[in-house]
């Protein structure tokens, strides 16, 4: 992934609104825990306490078969599983490569 830290900075401040959202947050606060023991950047960036709703935007990566791929992403979220995300990746075409 080429933005990495903004990736995964985004990533987790949608993951703290979903904690924010869960009707019990044991599971969550295991799963931070653990991830925070194992990842010195999720530490740090969850102690930043960023909060994002935005459900789509633009996921670049690079591959050294495939150079450098754009995808534009969404999140959808079933009406009958609200707790359930769902992210599609579709290729970006006519976005400028930065």
Known sequence: MM???????CLIAKFR????QAVSAGEFALLI??????????????AEHDVNDL???VTRFSSPRHGVTMFQHYTMMPESLPHLRIVVLIP???LQQA
């Open 55 to 57: 459900g789509e935007g």
């Open 92 to 94: 970006a075409r006519g």
């Open 17 to 20: 609104l979903n904690f924010g």
């Open 3 to 9: 933005n990495w830290e903004a990736d995964a900075r």
């Open 33 to 46: 825990s653990e991830l925070s023991a194992l990842s010195p950047d999720f530490q740090r960036m969850w």
